[in-house]
C-alpha cells in the first residue's frame, strides 16, 4: 500500500567532471557540486555531450551494494544534456521526499550506472538515447536526446526484507509471527470502528507526514478472508508518501508516528479504505472493511 534500513554517509562531494567531445580544440568539462543527500549543482558546459553511455562516482559509499529486486531510495536530478537548455525534466528535490528506484526496472543506462553502487554513494550518468527511452520517450523528453542523472543512493531494501515480530491479534484477526505473517479472518461480523495496534515498536526515527515510507505488507478483504495483495509475495519492497493521498486514509492514520522498524496491524472499513467505489479489479466491494499487516521498515 517495503526493507532494512542501511545507514547514510552523508560525505561533501567534490566536483565531478565528465569529458563531453567538441570540435577544434579541448574537451570542456561538465561539473557537478555540492553535499550528499542536496540538491546538487551543475554546470554544463556549451558542447554537446559525446558518444556512449559515459558513468562515474564522485562519491563512493561504504554501504550495501545495490542488486536486483531492491528499492534503492535515492535523490536525483535529471536533465536533457543538448549543449544548449540542458532543462531539467525530473527531480526528486521538487516533491519534496526522496524517490524509490526499483533496481532491475529502471532504464537500461540507469540500471547499468547503479546496479552494485553501494549506500552513501553519488553516481552521475550521460546516457544516450538507446540506453534510454529510445524512439519512443515520455512528455518532456524528446527523441534523439541525451540525459544526464545525478543519484545519490540513501538507502536499499531487499526483496525479502522484514521486521519479523510474535503473532497478535487485533479485532479477533489473527496475525502469524515470523518473516512473512499470515492474516486469519474471523467469520464474524467486521468491527464498525477503525482500529490499529502496533505489534511490534521499532526503534527508528516515527514516520511523519511528507515523508516517503518503505513497507512490506499484506492486504485482506475481511469478507472471506481473501488476501488481495502482499508483497512478501509479489516482488519486493513498496515505498509510499505519508499524508498525501497516495496510501488510504487508514495507512496515513495507522503509521503516522509510529517507529520505523515497527510492524503494524489494522483493520480498515470503508471510510479510511476505498470508499463506496472500492477496487473491482482487486475485488473489494464499496462495502468491505479490509485488514492490514505492515511492516515499516524505513521513513525519509
Not at 112 to 119: C, E, I, P, Q
Not at 202 to 214: F, I, S, T, Y
Not at 244 to 265: E, N, Q
Request: charged residues 20%.
Amino acid at each position: 500500500m517495503a526493507r532494512r534500513a542501511v545507514a547514510v554517509v552523508a560525505v561533501v562531494v567534490a566536483g565531478v567532471l565528465l569529458a563531453a567531445g567538441c570540435t577544434g580544440g579541448a574537451a570542456e568539462e561538465l561539473k557537478v557540486g555540492g553535499a550528499f543527500g542536496a540538491r546538487p549543482t551543475i554546470v554544463f558546459p556549451a558542447a554537446k555531450p559525446g558518444a556512449g553511455l559515459r558513468v562515474d562516482e564522485p562519491t563512493k559509499g561504504g554501504g550495501e551494494p545495490l542488486a536486483a529486486g531492491d528499492v534503492a531510495i535515492v535523490q536525483y536530478t535529471a536533465h536533457v544534456w543538448d549543449g544548449a537548455a540542458n532543462r531539467l525534466v525530473d527531480s526528486s528535490f521538487t516533491r519534496g521526499t526522496p524517490a524509490a528506484f526499483p533496481v532491475g526496472e529502471l532504464l537500461p543506462g540507469l540500471e547499468r550506472a547503479l546496479r552494485g553502487r553501494r549506500v552513501g554513494s553519488r553516481v552521475t550518468a550521460a546516457i544516450p538515447p538507446e540506453y534510454a527511452f529510445g524512439a519512443a520517450p515520455p512528455r518532456g523528453v524528446r527523441a534523439g536526446e541525451e540525459l544526464f542523472y545525478v543519484v545519490d543512493i540513501l538507502g536499499a531494501h531487499h526483496r525479502d526484507a522484514t521486521v519479523g515480530a510474535g503473532a497478535g491479534t487485533l479485532a479477533g484477526v489473527r496475525i502469524g509471527g515470523g518473516p512473512r505473517p499470515s492474516l486469519t479472518v474471523p467469520r464474524s461480523a467486521p468491527p464498525q470502528e477503525f482500529t490499529a495496534g502496533v505489534l511490534s515498536r521499532g526503534d527508528g526515527p516515527p514516520a511523519q507526514a511528507g515523508q516517503l515510507v518503505v513497507t512490506q505488507y499484506a492486504g485482506a478483504v475481511w469478507r472471506g478472508g481473501r488476501v488481495f495483495d502482499a508483497t512478501w509475495a509479489g516482488g519486493g519492497p513498496k515505498a509510499f508518501k505519508l499524508g498525501d493521498g497516495g496510501v488510504i486514509k487508514g495507512w496515513d492514520k495507522a503509521l503516522t508516528g509510529v517507529p520505523a522498524g515497527s510492524r503494524v496491524a489494522m483493520v480498515v472499513p470503508p471510510a479510511y479504505g476505498y470508499g463506496p467505489a472500492g477496487r473491482p479489479e482487486w475485488g473489494i466491494e464499496g462495502s468491505d472493511t479490509l485488514v492490514f499487516v505492515v511492516d515499516l521498515l524505513a521513513a525519509y
